[in-house]
């Protein structure tokens, strides 16, 4: 299983990558692996205050439906229109193809996520 340990990650198998106060998010290789074929992405619009652990948006595989939780509060100021065309990208490359990215607001918030080692640890 791959698990990048420059990333951060929640619970709910989203990761997020901070690059100054922008944070991307994503889902994790183990989240796509479990949904299959994923089919569609449906993403907020740019400019939705979004708050941690509220959900965010849905991945849709060939096997179920997924609600996309926020491991991070802050307003959406970026979507990956790709995924719109492509929802496939997730999974060829759960890493390099983020959902959206969002401002951080509250630094604090980065301390509840978990690093690559618990990550692993809860996935066994």
Request: charged content about 20%; glycine content about 8%; proline content about 5%.
């Amino acid at each position: 299983m791959n698990i990048p340990t420059t990333l951060r990650y929640s619970k709910d198998h989203e990761w997020v990558r901070l690059e100054g106060n922008t944070a991307y998010i994503g889902i994790t290789d183990y989240a796509q692996n479990a949904l299959g074929d994923i089919v569609f992405v449906e993403l907020p619009p740019v400019g939705t205050a979004l708050h941690m652990g509220g959900v965010f948006g849905v991945v849709e595989s060939v096997k179920a439906a997924s609600d996309l939780y926020c491991p991070l509060s802050g307003p959406v100021i970026a979507v990956n229109t790709a995924l719109m065309d492509d929802p496939g990208l997730l999974n060829r490359d759960a890493y390099a193809n983020w959902l959206i990215a969002v401002d951080l607001k509250d630094s604090q918030e980065l301390e509840q996520l978990l690093d690559a080692h618990a990550y692993q640890a809860i996935l066994e």
